[in-house]
T-cell receptor, first 114, second 116 residues
Framework: ETGVTQTPRHLVMGMTNKKSLKCEQHLGHNAMYWYKQSAKKPLELMFVYSLEERVENNSVPSRFSPECPNSSHLFLHLHTLQPEDSALYLC?????????????FGPGTRLTVT | AQSVTQLDSHVSVSEGTPVLLRCNYSSSYSPSLFWYVQHPNKGLQLLLKYTSAATLVKGINGFEAEFKKSETSFHLTKPSAHMSDAAEYFCVVSLHASGGSYIPTFGRGTSLIVHP
């Protein structure tokens, strides 16, 4: 595998379910990000982890819980979601401290909350 | 604080004609600026980046952008559009944050439509 991978690619869940999204980067990067992309809205940065420490949390509801066990893996744990949480969830990684700060994105998980 | 404004939500061109996607930014510090492209049902892919080197930046697929500090702009151009360029384009400004990470701010996106 190369680049940034995300699983599952599609997920349908009820409002009472608990599920997790997984992201894995194979680029040796030290920062990882979760984004939410909804139709007709700008891309929303949800969480940033740098060197496995959370450095940014843009007031995301507590029903979204991130986990970064190491620099290659990032999870987004979901519970008691609302229909308005249906969106494309994108993961990205970057290498900080080198002056090269572009992000590499995974293909996303299309989440539908019923 | 930083912000990005993409001036057009949609741009429509004919194949073979020039492309101009406009982006204005505001940033308290010298910014890093990027353009990303997103094809349907795909993640975002980096087109090009500006990080305080040359003001005219060349990217992939024939795209380029010029950083104009006096106009706080970073417009994306391509001399000749191809059908495969039809996609959503995002302008991004990044600010250095704690822990060595960069916090990006995305524009709302511009949808490029290419007619045969």
């Amino acid at each position: 595998e190369t680049g940034v991978t995300q699983t599952p690619r599609h997920l349908v869940m009820g409002m009472t379910n608990k599920k997790s999204l997984k992201c894995e980067q194979h680029l040796g990067h030290n920062a990882m990000y979760w984004y939410k992309q909804s139709a007709k809205k700008p891309l929303e940065l949800m969480f940033v982890y740098s060197l496995e420490e959370r450095v940014e949390n843009n007031s995301v509801p507590s029903r979204f819980s991130p986990e970064c066990p190491n620099s290659s893996h990032l999870f987004l744990h979901l519970h008691t979601l609302q229909p308005e949480d249906s969106a494309l969830y994108l993961c990205a990684s970057s290498q900080t401290g080198t002056g090269s700060v572009e992000q590499y994105f995974g293909p996303g998980t299309r989440l539908t909350v019923t | 604080a930083q912000s990005v404004t993409q001036l057009d939500s949609h741009v429509s061109v004919s194949e073979g004609t020039p492309v101009l996607l406009r982006c204005n930014y505001s940033s308290s510090y010298s910014p890093s600026l990027f353009w990303y492209v997103q094809h349907p049902n795909k993640g975002l892919q980096l087109l090009l980046k500006y990080t305080s080197a040359a003001t005219l930046v060349k990217g992939i697929n024939g795209f380029e952008a010029e950083f104009k500090k006096s106009e706080t702009s970073f417009h994306l151009t391509k001399p000749s559009a191809h059908m495969s360029d039809a996609a959503e384009y995002f302008c991004v400004v990044s600010l250095h944050a704690s822990g060595g990470s960069y916090i990006p701010t995305f524009g709302r996106g511009t949808s490029l439509i290419v007619h045969p």
